[in-house]
């Protein structure tokens, strides 16, 4: 169900913005959009933080000291109330950054954290959801998330000691993420009620849970939360074969020469769509997913402009056609994955 927001948030565009499919000019009102499902109300647009602390993204110490407080603090002020990290992103320090970050604002922030559920048994999960929420500053975790499934052992023991944090009042809610349709189901035998969410990669550039994940949870009220939304930056349109990103980024296939050369088509569709609505490539990427019921999506921000312009991107409203003109752009992209680029791969590797 879609409900409108209580109130109207003041922000800065940092570029055109629009409201509507129409302009509105720098410094004026815009609406972040909520989603209520199984009672719980979210912004549609949240925010990611693995970037918070962690290494591979290369962003530097000012970033992680300094950008992700001034980040936070931002999506704050403009309604962002679902802010998604885990005990892995940067072995604990995304947490304490955004629980430094929250501090005395936290009735504002609906904070989602994830457990990689290594050895899923009962005094394991507890210490380590005592963990997280002490990285955090908080006595009960919004929404407890497993990072991934652990196809060792079965679902029962993890989902036992979730049931438990739930009762103890540790965790309010339970979520899963890159789980399958079925695995999503029997984590709901497992525990007994309401798996909350699942966090999956989705985008232009990955429409995987396009086939049963967000069908299911539009009938059963239950929540996709879409990672990389902007597939990892490669939405933004500014990288090409000869300006690719650092970091960990240079070693993904995505964003091989090739495959940002066969992304051309599908950013010049994201482009035509921004132009019409003065809007951003990035910001179309994010409206083309958030346009579904039951979708909210946590992009990741390398500073707070981006984390603005996003933002305002929750207030993006798609026709028809130029939702079918982007999901059609998306299905002509082909990149190349698996064995087949690991010639590329090497050869990026190796300096010219
Ligand atoms: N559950 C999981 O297994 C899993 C896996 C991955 C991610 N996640 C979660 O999902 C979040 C988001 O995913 P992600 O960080 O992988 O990918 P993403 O959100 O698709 O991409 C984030 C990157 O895109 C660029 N960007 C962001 N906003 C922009 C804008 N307005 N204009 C232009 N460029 C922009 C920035 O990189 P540059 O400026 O450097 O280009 C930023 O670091 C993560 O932070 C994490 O919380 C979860």
Do not use: C
């Amino acid at each position: 169900m879609l409900v409108q927001a209580s109130g109207r948030v003041q922000y800065r565009p940092v570029g055109p913005a629009t409201r509507r499919g129409r302009r509105v000019p720098w410094g004026t009102f815009a609406l972040m959009r909520y989603i209520e499902v199984s009672g719980v109300r979210m912004s549609v647009i949240g925010l990611g933080t693995w970037q918070f602390g962690s290494r591979e993204w290369g962003y530097g110490r000012d970033y992680v000291e300094h950008e992700s407080q001034r980040i936070v603090a931002r999506a704050l002020d403009l309604g962002i109330n679902l802010i998604d990290t885990a005990e892995l992103y940067g072995f604990g320090r995304s947490e304490r950054a955004v629980g430094q970050a929250v501090g005395d604002r936290r009735s504002q922030a609906f904070l989602a954290t994830k457990l990689l559920p290594v050895l899923p048994v009962d005094p394991v999960v507890h210490q380590r959801a005592r963990g997280s929420a002490r990285r955090l500053g908080v006595d009960r975790i919004d929404l407890y998330q497993a990072h991934g499934p652990n196809p060792v052992f079965p679902p029962g023991l993890l989902f036992a000691a979730f049931g438990r944090l739930q009762r103890e009042g540790l965790v309010t809610h339970i979520g899963v993420s890159n789980y399958s349709l079925p695995r999503w189901q029997a984590a709901e035998r497992a525990l007994g009620g309401p798996v909350l969410s699942n966090q999956v990669q989705y985008s232009l550039v990955d429409r995987r849970p396009d086939r049963d994940l967000v069908g299911w949870a539009q009938e059963h009220d239950r929540l996709i939360i879409a990672y990389s939304p902007l597939g990892q930056g490669l939405l933004s349109g500014r990288y090409t074969p000869g300006h690719r990103p650092g970091g960990m980024r240079a070693m993904r296939p995505l964003f091989l020469p090739d495959n940002l050369e066969r992304a051309s088509g599908l950013l010049d569709a994201l482009r035509d769509v921004a132009s019409s609505h003065g809007a951003t490539p990035a910001q179309i990427a994010l409206a083309w997913l958030v346009h579904r019921p039951n979708v909210v999506v946590i992009p990741g921000a390398s500073s707070v402009e981006q984390l603005e312009s996003n933002a305002a991107a929750g207030d993006l409203v798609l026709t028809d056609d130029e939702h079918a003109h982007l999901s059609g752009a998306s299905d002509d992209f082909h990149p190349q994955t698996g064995w087949q680029t690991v010639p590329s791969l090497l050869r990026a590797r190796i300096p010219a």
